[in-house]
Structures are given as structure tokens and as C-alpha cells.
């Protein structure tokens, strides 16, 4: 049975009212939003007075009391960066149909961080002893802890693939991800909005093509090369622009970057339509052995 193509009414080959299958549409171009919110803002803005009270005991001549609070200060800011760290990895583990859970638990260790804090700004700034510092600690790791929760400790795969299968694809996004990260990174610096769109349109492409291996990882081997070798060109292609821009605004190379950058998402997008339709084509052929031997075993009427 062969595999019907994705093409609907209005594509170029469609027809009014025929039978089509539609291939998933590209996600929108949007901003993701960061995790945390005003709760992990207001563990950046929190320790502030501490800051303000080191500065405070340097103009009293109290430069042990200065560096504490300063010290302080630092270990809670630490701690709200650990815990942002922490949320990013789960948002990016949430996201993924496969995954491994993030190397080091950040949260655990910002609500370590964030008690060791408390205990400290207690025991010294508040003028408590060592023991009440200390339930000071506990309540507060263990308030950060209820607030924002363990970090995932699971591996995530699909039904059907054995773990090899799912963590070589695990790594294989990883990779890719991390490659998506370098090129957002020196996007930042182009300051070209047309630019910063065309690159917003082919990672999400990319995107779009790490989910759909995701979902089958048979579909690895032969996106291994987009997912590596095409994404390290676009990399190094956004790196060299982003450098030559802020170099010579008016080199003249935008509308080859450009049309590099379009050409690859032409190549992602195509490329992921032709892992689609070998999706529906493998399903057909199940199907098909699937009524094949119900019709033996006599479950269903033989046409």
C-alpha cells in the first residue's frame, strides 16, 4: 500500500475535496517565556538590604561586619541563580518527548544554598544562636523546596524503544540544542531585525524536526545530518555575520546570510515532511499485516 502525500486543497497539486493528510504545521514564532516569574525576581530583589547594609557598616568603620553582609548577600544571589539555572533545565526537559533528567540538581542545591543563607544572616546579622540559625536554614530550604519543587530525576522515553535507542536520541538533541543556544546567542548581537526573524523561523524549524525524531527515533539516522553538520554551518554562518556586523554594518552580506539561512530552513522543513510521510507510510504497512492477520485468525470478514 503506498503512503498518501501531505498536500492539502490549496497546495499547488491539491484538489478541491480530495483526500489529504496534513502534515503538522510549523509552531508560531514566539517568545518563550521564562520560568520562575515574579517569584524568582523577588529571590533576586530579596536580599537587597544586604547589600545596602555592607555598605552602610564600611561608612561606620565595621569592615567585618561589612564582608559578612556582603558575603551574605553573594550567597543568596548565588542561590537565585542556581535556582534560575534550575528552572531553565526543567522547562527544557518538560518540553522534550525524551529526556534525560538534568546532570546536577540545581534546585536542590539553590534551596541548599538559600538555607545556608538564611543560617548565616541569622546567626550573624540577626543576633540569634548557631541552633536557632539553623531551624532558620531548615525552614527555609524546605519553604524553597515546597515553592519550587525537586528537580526531574526520571528518564523519559516512549513505549516501544528500548533505552539505548531513546538515550541516543537524548543526546543527539542535546547536541542540537546546545547548537541552537550558540546561534540565539550571536543573533543578539546582529541587531537586524529581518535577520533576527529569519534565524527565529529556522530554529523553530529545528525545533519542529527535534520533536518529530523525538516522537519516532528511527527517524534519527537520517536527520542525524541536519541536527549535526547543517546546524554547526548555520552556527558558524550567524557567529562570522554577527562578527563582520558589528565590524561593517554596511558590508553588503545580509542578503547572502539571509538567503543561507532560507535555504536551510527550506532543507529542515523538507526534509522533516519526508520523515512524515515515511511515518504514515510505516503505519499503513502496519495496518495492513494488522487486518491481514485478524482475517486469518477469522476476527474480521474477508472482503
Do not use: C
Request: proline share 5%.
Amino acid at each position: 500500500m503506498s503512503a498518501q502525500r501531505f498536500r492539502g486543497d490549496h497546495s499547488p497539486e491539491g484538489k478541491a475535496n480530495e483526500p489529504h493528510i496534513e502534515a503538522r504545521k510549523p509552531a508560531k514564532i514566539k517568545l518563550r517565556k521564562k520560568p520562575g516569574g515574579f517569584a524568582l525576581t523577588l529571590m533576586f530583589l530579596a536580599p537587597f538590604p544586604l547589600l545596602l547594609n555592607g555598605f552602610s557598616q564600611i561608612s561606620s568603620a565595621s569592615p567585618v561586619g561589612a564582608a559578612t553582609s556582603f558575603g551574605i548577600y553573594a550567597l543568596f544571589v548565588l542561590a537565585a541563580w542556581t535556582l534560575r539555572e534550575g528552572l531553565q533545565a526543567e522547562a527544557a526537559y518538560n518540553e522534550r518527548k525524551i529526556a534525560r533528567p538534568p546532570m546536577f540538581p540545581r534546585k536542590l542545591i539553590a534551596a541548599g544554598l538559600s538555607g545556608t543563607a538564611v543560617f548565616l544572616a541569622a546567626w550573624f546579622g540577626w543576633g540569634q544562636n548557631m541552633f536557632t540559625g539553623i531551624g532558620f536554614g531548615v525552614l527555609a530550604a524546605a519553604a524553597h523546596i515546597v515553592a519550587f519543587g525537586f528537580d526531574p530525576m526520571k528518564r523519559k522515553g516512549l513505549p516501544g524503544f528500548n533505552e539505548y535507542e531513546t538515550d541516543r536520541v537524548a543526546r543527539a538533541v542535546d547536541k542540537a540544542e546546545a547548537l541552537m543556544a550558540e546561534i540565539e546567542a550571536a543573533a543578539t548581537g546582529i541587531n537586524i531585525r529581518s535577520v533576527e526573524r529569519k534565524l527565529s523561523s529556522l530554529l523553530d524549524s529545528v525545533r519542529e524536526m527535534l520533536r518529530t525524531v523525538e516522537q519516532d527515533p528511527r527517524d534519527l539516522t537520517r536527520a542525524r545530518k541536519y541536527m549535526g553538520v547543517y546546524l554547526s554551518s548555520a552556527r558558524d554562518a550567524t557567529i562570522k555575520f554577527a562578527e563582520l556586523n558589528q565590524r561593517n554594518p554596511n558590508s553588503g552580506k545580509q542578503a547572502e546570510f539571509v538567503a543561507l539561512i532560507a535555504d536551510l530552513e527550506t532543507s529542515f522543513n523538507g526534509e522533516r515532511q519526508l520523515m512524515l510521510q515515511d511515518n504514515q507510510s510505516d503505519l499503513d504497512i502496519e495496518i495492513e499485516v494488522l487486518q491481514e492477520r485478524l482475517q486469518r485468525e477469522g476476527h474480521v470478514a474477508k472482503d
